[in-house]
């Protein structure tokens, strides 16, 4: 019964990380635009960056706890936010890389 509960729980936590870590993914920086303007715009690519990031590792681990209690145990395909931050994650680094490179020469 208590697993049951724990289950139950952890279920929630990840269908609320599901659905409102894409909104969040998108108006936290939208938001500092509107605030900030053109000062700010250079930081939005670190500050989404980060929010992806953020976003992968606690979506894991939220999972992981998840499946923990399930009998087949079974890994299921992640949704399509959390394969849109890995591959934001990976097009903002090549973008740094390539920035990086510009300056150094």
Do not use: D
Request: aromatic share 20%; charged share 15%.
């Amino acid at each position: 019964m208590i697993n049951k509960q724990k289950a139950y729980l952890a279920q929630e936590k990840l269908f609320l990380i599901e659905k409102f870590g894409p909104l969040l993914f998108f108006l936290i920086p939208l938001i500092m635009l509107i605030i900030g303007g053109k000062s700010w715009a250079k930081y939005v690519a670190f500050l989404c960056q980060g929010i992806a990031l953020i976003y992968i590792v606690v979506f894991y681990q939220a999972r992981k706890y998840y499946l923990s209690f399930k009998q087949e145990n079974e890994k299921g395909i992640p949704t399509r936010f959390y394969r849109i931050a890995w591959v934001y994650v990976f097009l903002a680094f090549c973008v740094e890389v390539v920035l990086l490179f510009q300056h150094s020469f």
